[in-house]
Each structure stands twice: as structure tokens, then as C-alpha cells.
């Protein structure tokens, strides 16, 4: 999986880290092996930490209070990979992300997020010249967020930071 991640998006050596929780798939010497050949930085979260990784955190909890989250466990393996796909898909296409400003994390993949706030921002300013009564002070800061980071070094990250506890 990650040699066909790598190669699709076309990622060069020392571009991306991979981090993970300390299971002993991602501990394993294949797995290990295979991220040295690709170039990709592994990064394991401590030991009996379960914050470490605040943006997979997140799309748990999002998984799980999908209002389509079965109730019981799924008949075979088919009908739970489809029923994950689906939700990748949703989350990928549809749902918009508040770390990023309200677009879906395909639009930002694709750059498509900066017209797309370009377009809010002067939705905005319309709105407030024509009613600028219904407005206190500025309106949202519609900027495209920077890179995003999991564990920022100090000064380095210039957008939203998320540092796990």
C-alpha cells in the first residue's frame, strides 16, 4: 500500500513521515524495510500514549458517530469494506474539515480550496457591504491554511498547529 501511495503521488525521498501507533505491524522489519526503500520517515507514537496522533483521533471519532455506524458487527468482510469505502469516500469528498477552513480534504489536495475560499471571502464582503449592520468587526478569516503539522517545532509551522499532548 504504501509503495502504490508513493508512487500515485508521485512522493519523493524524505517528503512524507509516516506515524503510527506502536503495533507490531508497523514495528515489523517488512514494514520498516519497505518505508527506508521509499524514502518515508517512520514516526511510533510513546508507549501507552493515545493522542499521539490527533488527526487519526479524529477519523475515528468521526467513523464512529456516523449515523450509518452499524449497530452490530458486520456479516463478512465484504459488506465491512464496503461500508469503509463508502465512508472514505464521504469523508475524502464531502465533509468538511474545520482544520482546514471548511473544504473537504480532496479540495485541498487538489489546490482547488483557494478559489473556493477566494470565492467565500468575497461572498462575505458582499454580504457585509450590503448589511453591515448584522456584522462586529472583520469578517472570518477565510486564508488558506498553510502546511499543516502533527508535532510543529517551535516557529516552524506558519498555520493551524496541532501539538498532541
Known sequence: MMTDICKREDIKRGQVVLHSDNGSPMKGATMLATLQELGVMPSLSRPSVSNDNPYSESLFRTLKYRPEYPEKAFENIATSRRWVDDFVCWYNNEHRHSGIKFVTPA???????I????????LYHAAKARHPERWRGNIKNLEPVGSVYLNPEKGKANSKEVEAA
Do not use: F, V, W
Open 107 to 113: 479540495q485541498r489536495h487538489t489546490g482547488r480550496d
Open 115 to 122: 478559489e473556493i475560499l477566494a470565492q467565500r471571502t468575497r
